[in-house]
């Protein structure tokens, strides 16, 4: 079965002309679609692929109002909110593709929607110390990527775990 994709495909290139390779851009080329073309060109080709302009990169900036936070002194157990603001300061829409914690203590709640250009956005980060956080000062730090310069930002948060309050 491999042998007959294998020679389909061969056959393919050959039948279209014998060049492996598609010229876009003067002389940029490529064989394998990049990951952000998406849709279809203005004229509408076959394979409802888009070209993406090289001037106009797919990538933006953000500004966190702050990228820390500390809680000051929490008990064991409870839930600590903080949101994190921060504006598009680029171009085009920010979408941030995932937003992970350090510990499973920290839990980390990124927008599914993208945030357009110039507009304000929100991540709210909850934190929840362990029994064997109580007495310390813990550091917890949140890695959010997105398509933004430098991809991967770091949010923080700090809180003095306290053992609870006994009746």
Same mark, same amino acid.
């Given at each position: %079965?491999?042998?007959?994709?294998?020679?389909? *495909?061969?056959? +393919?290139l !050959?039948? #279209? &002309?014998?060049?492996?390779?598609?010229?876009?851009?003067?002389? /940029?080329?490529?064989?394998?679609?990049?990951?952000g073309? /998406?849709?279809?060109?203005? $004229?509408?080709?076959? *394979?409802? !692929?888009?070209?993406?302009?090289?001037? @106009?990169?797919?990538?933006? +900036? !953000?500004? =966190?109002?702050?990228? @820390?936070?500390? *809680?000051?002194?929490?008990? =064991?157990? @409870?839930?600590?909110? =903080?949101?994190?603001? *921060?504006?598009?300061?680029?171009? !085009?829409?920010?979408?941030? $593709?995932?937003? +992970?914690?350090? #510990?499973? #203590?920290? /839990?980390?709640?990124?927008?599914?929607?993208?945030i357009?250009?110039?507009?304000?956005?929100? %991540?709210?980060?909850?934190?929840?110390?362990k029994?064997?956080?109580q &007495? $310390?000062?813990?550091?917890?730090?949140?890695?959010?990527?997105?398509?933004? $310069?430098?991809?991967?930002? =770091?949010?923080?948060?700090?809180?003095? /775990? %306290?053992?609870?309050?006994?009746?």
């Amino acid at each position: %079965m491999k042998k007959i994709l294998g020679a389909v *495909f061969l056959f +393919t290139l !050959v039948a #279209c &002309g014998g060049d492996n390779e598609s010229k876009i851009n003067d002389g /940029v080329s490529s064989l394998v679609a990049d990951e952000g073309l /998406v849709g279809t060109t203005p $004229e509408g080709n076959e *394979f409802g !692929v888009e070209t993406r302009n090289p001037l @106009s990169p797919g990538s933006t +900036t !953000v500004k =966190y109002i702050e990228s @820390s936070h500390d *809680f000051g002194t929490v008990r =064991y157990p @409870s839930d600590n909110l =903080y949101t994190f603001k *921060f504006k598009n300061t680029g171009d !085009v829409p920010l979408l941030i $593709e995932s937003a +992970t914690a350090s #510990c499973g #203590c920290t /839990v980390p709640n990124k927008p599914e929607e993208a945030i357009m250009p110039g507009e304000l956005g929100e %991540m709210d980060v909850i934190f929840r110390p362990k029994e064997g956080q109580q &007495g $310390e000062v813990v550091k917890k730090r949140v890695t959010v990527i997105a398509n933004t $310069e430098p991809k991967q930002t =770091y949010l923080e948060i700090t809180a003095n /775990v %306290m053992a609870p309050i006994l009746d």
